[in-house]
C-alpha cells in the first residue's frame, strides 16, 4: 500500500522558514494536502492540491510538491505555528486515504 | 457556518459494540463524501472509512474491515460508524470530516473519544 514518510520533528527559529518534507513514491503525481493539528484540537486544513491554501490560511503558509517529494514551507515562523503537521493523499488504486506519520514543529 | 458534531463515544470492552454518529449542517450535506478518521492517544492521524454522496462506493482500511459499518442517512444530515469486534488498538479519538473535490479533508469534527478497555 501506499506510504508518506514524515521527519518526526523539525524546529525553526523565530521568524525564520520552516520546511516539512512529505515522501512518497512519485508524489509529485498525486494531489497533496497538509494539515496542522494543535494539542487538544481538530485537524485544520492548510493546504489543499499541492499549493493551494483555504481560505483563512495565512499566505506565510506555502506548498510545493514535484518528483518523490512534497514540502510544506512556513516562513516567517511565529509560536502559534507550533503544531503537529500532516501530509495526506488519496490512494486511487485503493480508495483509501494515506495520511504521513506527521511531523512536530517547535517554534524556539 | 459548515459544522460537524460527533457523539457516541465512551468505554467498552473488548469484543463489545458501539455506534459513533455525526450530525452534520450549515452544507448540503447529501452531495459530499464523507470519512472517518482516528487518532490513538499520542499517535498520528490514521484512515478509517469513506462513504461517497449516494452511498454508493464505501471503503475500509485493512484495520477495521469486517468490524465496522460506514453509513448515511441524508435526510437526516448523519453519518455513521458501527463498531463491532473492538479491540485495544480501536482506543482513539474518531473524527468525521467533509471531503471536497480533490479528496482533501475540508471541514472536521470536534472527535470523539473511544476507550476499549476491560
Known amino acids: 500500500s501506499y506510504a508518506l514518510t514524515q521527519p518526526l520533528s523539525v524546529s525553526v527559529a523565530l521568524g525564520q522558514t520552516a520546511t516539512i518534507t512529505c515522501a512518497g513514491y512519485?508524489?509529485?503525481?498525486?494531489?497533496v494536502h497538509w494539515y496542522q493539528q494543535k494539542p487538544g484540537q481538530a485537524p485544520v486544513l492548510v493546504i489543499y492540491r499541492d499549493t493551494n491554501r483555504p481560505s483563512g490560511i495565512p499566505e506565510r503558509f506555502s506548498a510545493s510538491n514535484s518528483g518523490n517529494t512534497a514540502t510544506l514551507t512556513i516562513s516567517r515562523a511565529q509560536g502559534g505555528d507550533e503544531a503537529d503537521y500532516y501530509c495526506?493523499?488519496?490512494?486511487?488504486?485503493?480508495?483509501?486515504?494515506?495520511f504521513g506519520g506527521g511531523t512536530n514543529l517547535t517554534v524556539l | 457556518e459548515v459544522q460537524l458534531v460527533e457523539s457516541g463515544g465512551g468505554l467498552v470492552q473488548p469484543g463489545g459494540s458501539l455506534r459513533l454518529s455525526c450530525a452534520a449542517s450549515?452544507?448540503?450535506?447529501?452531495?459530499?463524501?464523507l470519512h472517518w478518521v482516528r487518532q490513538a492517544p499520542g499517535k498520528g492521524l490514521q484512515w478509517v472509512s469513506s462513504i461517497s454522496s449516494g452511498s454508493s462506493s464505501i471503503y475500509y482500511a485493512d484495520s477495521v474491515k469486517g468490524r465496522f459499518t460506514v453509513s448515511r442517512d441524508d435526510a437526516k444530515n448523519s453519518l455513521f460508524l458501527q463498531m463491532n469486534s473492538l479491540r485495544d488498538d480501536d482506543t482513539a479519538v474518531y473524527y468525521c470530516a467533509r471531503v471536497d473535490v480533490w479528496v482533501q479533508l475540508d471541514c472536521w469534527g470536534q472527535g470523539t473519544l473511544v476507550t476499549v478497555s476491560s
Open positions: 495526506q493523499v488519496w490512494d486511487g488504486s485503493t480508495g483509501w486515504v494515506v
Open positions: 450549515g452544507f448540503s450535506f447529501s452531495t459530499y463524501a
Open positions: 512519485n508524489i509529485g503525481g498525486k494531489n
